[in-house]
């Protein structure tokens, strides 16, 4: 894979498997640390069927069964439950921005 320029740096070629490793670590932070603060606040032990994960990331290959590692629950996207749950409703799912629905 070719990485895109930045600034003043000039594009390098990273292997998939490298690039990999690195963005895998960072999900694990990010939802460790979400694990910390909803374990700090009490929250953990009321979530009774899981966790919905939201956003253009969430959807990358792998994330949701990652979030199932940390978080020790079922995970689901948000994407999922609309058109699973609510068909009759008509939303335009923009991947690229977090859609939050009052469903809940």
């Not at 999900?27 to 910390?36: G, V």
């Not at 609309?82 to 008509?90: F, P």
């Amino acid at each position: 894979m070719q990485s895109a320029e930045f600034g003043d740096r000039q594009p390098r070629s990273i292997t998939r498997h490298a690039l990999t490793e690195v963005v895998e670590a960072r999900y694990e932070e990010i939802y460790s640390l979400i694990l910390d603060e909803l374990r700090r606040s009490g929250y953990a032990e009321r979530i009774p069927a899981g966790i919905v994960i939201t956003g253009g990331t969430s959807l990358m290959e792998g994330a949701a069964e990652l979030a199932e590692k940390v978080f020790q629950m079922p995970v689901r996207y948000l994407y999922q439950i609309v058109l699973k749950e609510c068909l009759t409703l008509s939303i335009t799912l923009y991947i690229q921005q977090v859609l939050i629905i009052g469903l809940w």
